[in-house]
Every structure is written in C-alpha cells, then in structure tokens.
C-alpha cells in the first residue's frame, strides 16, 4: 500500500488535536525558546501577543508528534485488514513554515495532514510525497502551516 492509495489528493486528514494550557506553554518555552512571552502570563499583557502564547517551535513539534501517533494507529489498522502499511522514511525538509496566529493559553488545536501528490527521489528505491500539515484553533482559524517532503520506499 501506497500513501496516495490511504490519503486522497488535497483532503485534509485529520490527525488529532492538543490544548495547548498555561503550563505546557512554560515547560516547553523553559526548556527551548525561553521568550518572555511565552514564560510570563503578565509580562506577555504587554507584548505585540497580548498574552501568553506558545511558542511556534512547540505547536510545530505537537504536530509532528500527533503525525507519528497517526501513522502508528494506520499502520496497526491496515496489518489487522491483511495489508502492508506504507514504508515511509526521514524527510528531507520543510518549506514555508508559516506561524499565521499565535496559540493562546487555553487554545485547542485541531492538525490535518493533506497529501499534495509524490514524485521520483533521487535514488530508485523511494519516491518523495508532499504532505501538507496544517494546525486549526477552535475557532476555525488557522494557526500554523508547513509543506513537508517524505522519502517513501517502493
């Protein structure tokens, strides 16, 4: 099985969604992107952000993290129906990262991964699929987007 035989061309998938609290916010932002609007709910009052919010490296990295989850699930699914689940390797890259809304504090983000076709690699063994990953808030408003290459062996 292929994943252009799994995901439809240019339909968003839906992989799972994160409430992004005050508390995770810090605890990432602590660890690796220590901006003060992203540690202190009253400094951040007084920012360009208007409060606290996560940091774009964060929601980035749920979003992978819900991308692996999702890919796990299908693969378990599709061997319990007797097919072979995609054979899928590292990506080569991202491009057009985009941040379009700062996550809030008490914000749930709902990701999507919509396959945007594949082509030839660079080696006969594998073939690279575009996949789109995009995350939504609750009100419907897209918060963050990035194209992704995925190497998938054939």
Not at 54 to 77: C, D, I, T
Not at 109 to 138: A, H, K, M, W
Request: some cysteine.
């Amino acid at each position: 099985m292929r994943v252009h035989d799994l995901m439809p061309l240019n339909e968003p998938v839906a992989i799972g969604s994160y409430h992004f609290d005050a508390e995770s916010i810090i605890a990432f932002a602590s660890k690796y992107d220590p901006h003060f609007f992203h540690l202190d709910a009253e400094k951040a009052k007084a920012s360009l952000f208007g409060g606290l919010c996560a940091s774009g490296w964060h929601v980035a990295a749920v979003a992978m993290k819900l991308n692996v989850a999702h890919h796990q699930k299908e693969a378990v699914r599709l061997r319990a129906e007797g097919l072979e689940p995609p054979k899928l390797g590292p990506s080569p890259g991202i491009r057009d990262l985009k941040w379009l809304k700062p996550v809030f504090a008490g914000d749930t983000i709902s990701f999507s991964l919509t396959f945007l076709g594949d082509g030839p690699g660079y080696r006969p063994d594998y073939e690279i699929c575009e996949i789109r990953f995009e995350g939504v808030n609750q009100n419907g408003e897209a918060v963050m987007r990035f194209d992704s290459r995925v190497v998938e062996f054939v």
